[in-house]
Each structure stands twice: as C-alpha cells, then as structure tokens.
C-alpha cells in the first residue's frame, strides 16, 4: 500500500468511509491510481467525485457521501434527518438533503432548494443534519397526522425537544409547508391527559375488574424487581409507563434490560402506555385477555 493510499483510508476511515477526489488527490493518490482502486474494488463511486472506500458499506456511508456531493452547505433532512436522529426509519432509499442554492442533480438524492436558519443546523456523527424540531416541521409536511405525531412523540421520549423548541421553530417558519399540522400536533399534545404512574395502574385495574379477567397481585418482586401487576400462574407481568413520556433514552433502555431479566426469569412483559389506556382501552383490555388466554391453555 502506498503512502498516498494509507493516508486517504486513514482519512477516510474518520468520516464513515467517504472520500472525495479532491481529498485523495492531496493524499496523493492521482486519476491514474484512483481507477486501478476502483476497478480492484477498493474504491466504489457514489456520487460524481465522492467514493466509498473499502468493499463493505457502513452504516451513514450513503448520507455523508450525499453531503460531500452537495457541497459545504446542504443539510441531511427530512426522513433522512429522521433517521439519524432516530426519530423514524426512512421510508425510502432516497437521501434527503437541504441546499440553500442550485445543487447538481444526483442519483438516489431529493434536494429540497431552500435557506436554513443557523438555529435549524445541527451535527450529528460528524454530519450537517437540521435540528430535531427543525426535522419535525419538514416531516409535517409529507406526514399524515398519525405518523407525524408518533414522530414528535419520539423526539420527546429521546430527549430530542422540548415543547419550547417545537413553538420556536414554528415561531421562525412563517408562511411554509408543514406549519398548520405541526401546530395542531403540538397542540393535541399539550391538551392530551398526564398520568401519574399510580393513576394509570388504577385506571388498567379497573379495566381489568370490568373485564371480569383474574385478578393480578400488585407492586410485588418478581426477583430484584418491583413489578406493577402480576399474574403468577400465567407468569405474565403488566408494567405501566405512566408518565407521559420517559424521562431519558437512558430510562427507555434500562426498561428494555428490565423486561429482558423478567423474560429470562420465565416471565412474559406486556407493557402499557398512557396513551393506550386513554385513547384505545378496548385494545389494552383485549391484548391483556389474549395474554392471559395463552399461557393458560
């Protein structure tokens, strides 16, 4: 491996393994030496003057070369924003990219032509991506109400914004796409009910009482964990997220290592939210009879 070569995937290596010409030229690595690596396999073009090095693609391989393609000042956005925040998945393979001016046109790229505030552009994994709220408002605008408002429920329970946040980015938007629904979901937000945790674990036993399904013991050990309501000859445990959105991404993954050491004590998890026990409590009712059906038959 030449000393050019070494220097580019070391560079590259620090950038999910995106490299553009004009990078490898400085390392050294000339026209001649960038088409015997490509045609060995080494390097595979993404876009015009951007390559991802190696034969394996990482994970953000695709979203950094779309940012190099399109120039210092473009933007993941969108559902591409999305997905790197972790809001949501990306329904597509398309890249979703903000520019300020004209971009070139490239393959598996949407550009959507339009000015940023600074306040809307953040980083993320080395990348320009625009802020959460500032990816809520752009998804109002190609979202039906249901998916935007699981959306904005995500950011929430990873910490992403705060109410404030999502009034501040409306506040700046002006006349734009987006505004009229990420407003009406902002506010049903504000006007939906806050259980307590001791609200919700009696509002689902009340629903079990009127169901008529056997009676759970409530708040016992089940190991070195306090569980909300237990069914022990079913071996099925019901936990209530009671508050209306967890407190951290930290809380939300130490619940999943919870529900996994009850599970590896034999015991079923069925958890509940607040939502669900306020909007859809025939569903939560059903769910739990079908949970309990099961392990008895």
């Given at each position: 491996?030449?000393?050019?070569?070494?220097?580019?995937?070391?560079?590259?290596?620090?950038?999910?393994?995106?490299?553009?010409?004009?990078e490898?030229?400085?390392?050294?690595?000339?026209?001649?030496?960038?088409?015997?690596?490509?045609?060995?396999?080494?390097?595979?073009?993404?876009?015009?003057?951007?390559?991802?090095?190696?034969p394996?693609?990482?994970?953000?391989?695709?979203?950094?070369?779309?940012?190099?393609?399109?120039?210092?000042?473009?933007?993941?956005?969108?559902?591409?924003?999305?997905?790197?925040?972790?809001?949501?998945?990306?329904?597509?393979?398309a890249?979703?990219?903000?520019?300020?001016?004209?971009?070139?046109?490239?393959?598996?790229?949407?550009?959507?032509?339009?000015?940023?505030?600074?306040?809307?552009?953040?980083?993320?994994?080395?990348?320009?991506?625009?802020?959460?709220?500032?990816?809520?408002?752009?998804?109002?605008?190609?979202?039906?109400?249901?998916?935007?408002?699981?959306?904005?429920?995500?950011?929430?329970?990873?910490?992403?914004?705060?109410?404030?946040?999502?009034?501040?980015?409306?506040?700046?938007?002006?006349?734009?796409?987006?505004?009229?629904?990420?407003?009406?979901?902002?506010?049903a937000?504000?006007?939906?009910?806050?259980?307590?945790?001791?609200?919700?674990?009696?509002?689902?036993?009340?629903?079990?009482r009127?169901?008529?399904?056997?009676?759970?013991?409530?708040?016992?050990r089940?190991?070195?964990?306090?569980?909300?309501?237990?069914?022990?000859?079913?071996?099925?445990?019901?936990?209530?997220?009671?508050?209306?959105?967890?407190?951290?991404?930290?809380a939300?993954?130490?619940?999943?290592?919870?529900?996994?050491?009850?599970?590896?004590?034999?015991?079923?998890?069925?958890?509940?939210?607040?939502?669900?026990?306020?909007?859809?409590?025939?569903?939560?009712?059903?769910?739990?009879?079908?949970?309990?059906?099961?392990?008895?038959?």
């Amino acid at each position: 491996m030449t000393r050019g070569l070494a220097a580019a995937l070391a560079f590259a290596a620090r950038r999910h393994s995106v490299v553009t010409t004009g990078e490898l030229h400085a390392c050294g690595v000339g026209p001649a030496a960038i088409s015997r690596l490509v045609a060995a396999g080494l390097l595979r073009r993404r876009h015009r003057s951007v390559y991802v090095v190696g034969p394996s693609e990482p994970p953000h391989a695709r979203a950094m070369a779309a940012l190099l393609a399109c120039g210092p000042h473009a933007a993941l956005s969108h559902h591409a924003a999305a997905a790197l925040w972790e809001i949501r998945r990306a329904p597509n393979p398309a890249i979703d990219i903000i520019h300020p001016g004209s971009a070139r046109a490239h393959t598996g790229l949407r550009t959507h032509r339009m000015s940023l505030d600074g306040q809307d552009v953040g980083v993320r994994l080395g990348m320009r991506v625009t802020t959460p709220a500032r990816t809520l408002l752009d998804l109002a605008s190609v979202l039906d109400a249901r998916h935007l408002a699981r959306a904005v429920e995500e950011a929430r329970v990873l910490r992403l914004v705060g109410l404030r946040d999502l009034h501040d980015v409306i506040g700046r938007a002006g006349i734009r796409p987006g505004v009229p629904a990420l407003r009406r979901s902002l506010a049903a937000l504000e006007d939906a009910p806050s259980l307590t945790r001791s609200e919700a674990e009696r509002r689902l036993l009340e629903l079990v009482r009127a169901a008529r399904l056997d009676a759970p013991l409530t708040n016992v050990r089940v190991g070195r964990h306090e569980v909300d309501l237990l069914w022990r000859n079913q071996r099925l445990i019901a936990e209530v997220d009671g508050y209306r959105f967890h407190a951290s991404r930290s809380a939300f993954e130490r619940d999943r290592r919870r529900d996994g050491e009850l599970l590896a004590l034999g015991y079923r998890v069925l958890r509940v939210t607040w939502r669900e026990l306020t909007e859809a409590p025939e569903a939560v009712i059903a769910n739990l009879a079908r949970a309990l059906a099961t392990r008895a038959a």
